[in-house]
């Protein structure tokens, strides 16, 4: 009996996910699996980052899921510090770093996301930082350490927000400079607002509707300050969290087909578009919205992890699919919380349904309670039929979590009527007699009038 | 056009609700509504009496929902010390307290629920309190403030923990005694050891599988020690959390149809069986488990207005339904919250499932951002289908509301699998980038072995 090979170009959540379940399914000596990896650690939380340079977690090792003694106990050879170079398709095989060709008889790529670069002059500055590697983390932590005094983030959405109250936290003066009217682009407005003024509140300045039209530096070329066309902002760091794209560079030359969002072209299967033994997961693939069915890309771990799963059953020879996301994600700001999942105003009018929209407010917990917090929630559902479309949540300590409770009703096709009915917990110090999510379903499934 | 009239029997929950609602859909020239209310009050919360004897609610008026006014203000004749002396069915109408016979077109009994009180002597001495009405709170706190520095705590349900806690938090030592083996009997017994032991951890002393045999007093008739098999535990005070049955008297004297759990017994729309223009709501009536559709009595606030709203609505001519309970609950005992919904694997045995289990353990943030707390989470499954049963939730600060996200999986009918693949929200400070929810359904719908 011969071994197959599967390489993973990739070590971190998608890669690493495909290569376990790979190994869960088959042996050793049934499938030898090559991992690798171009940088010098594996299996990173990106999204631990902010919290690292905001000193919440006191150890970068903390941020490092999965070592790769772990793997190779498992016997999946992980090679750090190995770049994967070329795919040659044709002859499935990978040409690496260390000049090695590396046959295959599947793959996967997980090559992952690329920041957002818009084409400012001055970005490539001393004093201006990513936040995607560990890497830049300890460079932001060190800028600090340093003496920086004031921050601009550009850039609005999670990365942005985290940043800025990271940031804030450590003593630093905060500017975000933002394109938008608005942070949190995936808000609608009146939600959005709500965020808006909690940045504030916490001493974050907010600079909106103002695209950045350079970074000016001195004389050694270190960053001065951000230039927009209302004016010009001194600072010591400039960190961006513009967003992120799919890191294609190595499957577009080899010939891979990408979708229209610019990520690899996959089906539900994880399985690439142009070439079956080839599978892609993680950051660098398209994937669908679950109710629009529309090409998406996303770059969040949790997909990454379970479109790299996916992958590995299906070349472990049990079936798998991956099943569409909803966009659904949280963060907070200081001790607003934010969550959000489905379709907001915006979206659900370009996917063309005839919907509607409720904002409730109400409190995390009885109102006598100690600790209750206002909270509010909007729903977004299709007029007449009631189907759940998209939801929001801001709102006090407890309320993130409660767009999981949307996510699953949307997920599972629910009417706000039907949720309405639903029999979520209640305890005076968990939520008042109705629960918020009820109490907006409620209001969502109530007939309007004239 | 003559004006029908609306008689309402009890001015909690489930009477204000179908009053509230009956009213939003007709004006008071075609209904006239008028609730009794035999009790000083309307609208208290009875789940917020225990926080009010912890002194976490500083004031007994913030137990109060609504006031009398606020219903008078929408033409409702709300009668507090006024008891329902008879209901004559066939006349249509109720004899009060008052002497006066009030006829109705339709009535709604909501005469709520009635603690249990097994026959055990010296349950009537001086120092043995419920945990029901606003002066069985004040009672307690009166003798927290005489002196007591003992307290009993008889049953380990929801009212029994909270009780447990809070008389700890004021200082007071205290016994929960049960006949159970452990605390929380609507969980699984590995489920249930952990509640037992935060309690011990935080000074609870439990002392299980005893069933009182007598309250024994001193000379005066006051309370001096609660008797068991195993021995007599000296107390200052004994307080009765030990469940809540359907307060029927009137229904029953009057003719009206129960159920075999001993509730009023109505149709989905809340219309009483035998009468149809009677209608029961609250914690007097029998309601159905949506899984197995059988009877069940539960006595919560969220059904009693739920189903006073589907009784006002159908009065006032809007088609509604009930649509039946998972029994899902949550609670805390010191910092470890507990959530469960569904059905437990002894209920799963009595319903005929061919069922399994599976227990997780995980974290309820990233395991490196601060106040990441362990989490227990316990899935019931239909064995091949998959089909989610109940759920069981165990962990610190954090996990009690996920039991939200499980019972709406389980109210809309989805497999475990379903749930593996659903688009959770997550960032470090409210996840793992697998949810732990996710982590279990995962768990539970891998194909088992041999």
Redesign the interface.
Known sequence: MSTDRLVVIGGD?AGLSAAAQARRLRGPEDLEIVVLEQGPEISY?A??IP?WIGD??SDRD??L?RTAGQFEADGIDIRIQTRAEEIDLEAGRVRTSTGEQLGYDNLVVATGGRPARPPIPGLDAEGVYGVHRLADGADIRAAIAAGAERAIVLGGG?IGL?MAEVLRGRGLSVTVVLADPLPMAQLDDDMGERVCKAMGDMGIEVQSEQPVRAIETDADGVVRAVRTDAGSYETDVVVMGLGMGPETALAREAGLQLGVTGGIDVAHTQRSRSHPEVFAAGDCVQTYH?ITGEAIHIA????A??QGRVAGSVIGGRPAR???????????VGEL?V?R?GLCTTQAEQAGFDHRSDLIEATTR?????GAEPIAIKLISERGSGLLLGAQVVGGP?S??????L???I????TAE??A???????????P???P?VVAARVASRIEQG
């Not at 997920?411 to 629910?414: F, I, K, P």
């Open positions: 959540a939380s999204c631990g919290y919440l977690v903390r941020l899921a999670y985290e679950r969040l771990g949790t997909h992890n379970k991956f099943s569409g996301v909803l966009g659904t994600a949280v963060t907070k919380e969550g999942t009885a109102g006598y309670y100690p407890g993130a979590k409660r767009i999981d409770v996510a699953t009703a997920w599972a096709g629910m039907d949720l009915g639903s029999d979520l917990s209640y305890a005076p110090p968990f939520s007699t109705y629960d999510v």
